[in-house]
C-alpha cells in the first residue's frame, strides 16, 4: 500500500511532531502490545459477539481507522512512516491477543492491521446464511423454562441483536422504513411471549388484549413486575391459605398417629415396650413443665396437641398400668378423658382465621407449627 495517510491535527515541538489525543496515531502511556482489550477470546464460533466487543474497544482507543481503510499505510521513508508503523503493529497485537491459542498463529503473518481484520471476516463472517439460519432457529425454539425472566430476555436479545447484525434492516426515512421496523417489534414481541411460561399466560393475554401492541421492552417491564410480585407472595403467603395448610397438616398429623398407634416400640405415646407410664411415655414432662403447656385440638391445659390422647388414641400401655394400680388407673384415665373434650377441624380453621389478622401473625404460627412438628 502506498496511499499517503489521512491528514492529522499536529504542531511543531522542538524539531518533533507532537500528536494531539484526538489523532488515531496517538499512544497513551500506558499503551502496550500485551494489553487485552476484550474479555471474549476469538474461537471460531463466536465471531459476531467478538467482533463487536473489538470494534467497542478500538472505537474507545480512537484506532478504528487502522480496520477500517480509512488511515493506509505511509510511503516507506516518509516521516509519518515509522509513527504509522509503530500504532499499527500496536493494534494488531490488540487483535492478535483477544484470539485464542487455537487459532492465533494462522493470523501472525498479517503486514497490518488492516489486512489481518479482512482475513478475520472472510474466515469468520462471509458465511452468514448457515449463521442466520442456526440463529433464527434458535430463536424459534428458545423457552423461560426454569429460568427467571431476566435472564431467558438477556438470552433472546443477544439472539436479536447477533441475527440483526448479519442481515440489518435496510433503513431510510420513508414510511415503508417505519412499518418495517413497526413489523419487525411485533415479531420480537410475539417471540418473547410465546417463551414464557404458562405462567404468565393471565398477563400474556392481557397485553395481547392491548389496542396498540407495546413494544418489547415494555412488555418485559410488565412480565418482569408479574415475577417480582409473585416472589413477595411466595414470601408472604395469604393467611386463608396458610390457615388451610395448617389444618391440612394437622388432619394428616391425627392420621398417622392413629396408624401408628400399636407399631411404635419405644418412641413417644406410642410405645408398646414401657413397663408403666414413666418408660413407656418417652418425652413425659413434670407437672410444672405442662403447666403452661396448651391443646389447639381439646382445648384444655396441661398437653400439647402432639400428644392429645382424644387427638391419636390411647396407647396400650395404659392396659398394663391399669392391672397394676386397678381403681387408681381407672380415675386417672376418667380425669384424662374428661380434660381431652375436642372440637373439630371445622371449628379450629375459624379460629385461625380469626386469630391471624396480618402477615406477622401468620409467619409466627407457621414457624409455632413447624417447631411443634
Not at 108 to 136: C, K, M, T
Not at 190 to 201: A, D, K, R, V
Request: hydrophobic share 35%; proline share 3%; glycine share 8%.
Amino acid at each position: 500500500m502506498t496511499q499517503s495517510s489521512t491528514s492529522r491535527p499536529r504542531r511543531e515541538m522542538t524539531g518533533e511532531i507532537a500528536l494531539s489525543h484526538d489523532d488515531p496515531m496517538h499512544l497513551q502511556s500506558s499503551d502496550h502490545p500485551g494489553l487485552h482489550l476484550v474479555s471474549v477470546q476469538l474461537n471460531g464460533n463466536n465471531f459476531l459477539p467478538w467482533k463487536r466487543a473489538i470494534l467497542i474497544a478500538l472505537g474507545a482507543k480512537n484506532k478504528l481507522d487502522f480496520i477500517n481503510g480509512k488511515i493506509t499505510a505511509p510511503v516507506e521513508g516518509d516521516d509519518d512512516y515509522i509513527n504509522w508503523k509503530k500504532v499499527d503493529y500496536m493494534v494488531t497485537s490488540w487483535i492478535l491477543n483477544s484470539m485464542s491459542t487455537d487459532i492465533v498463529e494462522g493470523f501472525l503473518y498479517v503486514d497490518s492491521a488492516f489486512q489481518l481484520w479482512e482475513i478475520i471476516n472472510q474466515r469468520f463472517g462471509e458465511s452468514n446464511a448457515p449463521l442466520i439460519f442456526s440463529l433464527q432457529k434458535d430463536i424459534a425454539n428458545i423457552k423461560q423454562g426454569n429460568s427467571s425472566v431476566v435472564l431467558y430476555f438477556t438470552k433472546l436479545n443477544r439472539l436479536w441483536d447477533e441475527c440483526a447484525a448479519l442481515a440489518p434492516l435496510p433503513l431510510c426515512g420513508c414510511a415503508k422504513s417505519k412499518d418495517l421496523l413497526e413489523m419487525d417489534s411485533r415479531n420480537k414481541l410475539m417471540q418473547f411471549l410465546m417463551g414464557l411460561n404458562e405462567t404468565y399466560g393471565s398477563v400474556t393475554s392481557q397485553i395481547l388484549l392491548m389496542d396498540q401492541f407495546p413494544n418489547v421492552n415494555k412488555a418485559y417491564s410488565l412480565i418482569l413486575q408479574e415475577e417480582r410480585k409473585r416472589n413477595v407472595h411466595t414470601m408472604y403467603p395469604d393467611s386463608a391459605d396458610v390457615a388451610a395448610a395448617v389444618v391440612q397438616q394437622g388432619k394428616d398429623f391425627g392420621n398417622r398417629g392413629r396408624g401408628n398407634v400399636s407399631r411404635g416400640r419405644g418412641q413417644g405415646w406410642n410405645s408398646t415396650r414401657g413397663r408403666g407410664l414413666g418408660r413407656g411415655f418417652t418425652n413425659r414432662k413434670t407437672k410444672e413443665e405442662r403447666a403452661h403447656l396448651f391443646c389447639e385440638h381439646c382445648g384444655y391445659n396441661g398437653h400439647e396437641q402432639k400428644e392429645c390422647f382424644k387427638l391419636h388414641g390411647y396407647p396400650e400401655w395404659y392396659k398394663e398400668y391399669k392391672e397394676k394400680t386397678g381403681k387408681g388407673y381407672a380415675n386417672q384415665v376418667e380425669t384424662i378423658e374428661n380434660s381431652h373434650k375436642g372440637i373439630d377441624m371445622a371449628s379450629l380453621a375459624q379460629e385461625l382465621m380469626k386469630y391471624m389478622g396480618s402477615k406477622s401473625r401468620t409467619l409466627r404460627i407457621v414457624k409455632w407449627w413447624q417447631k411443634e412438628r
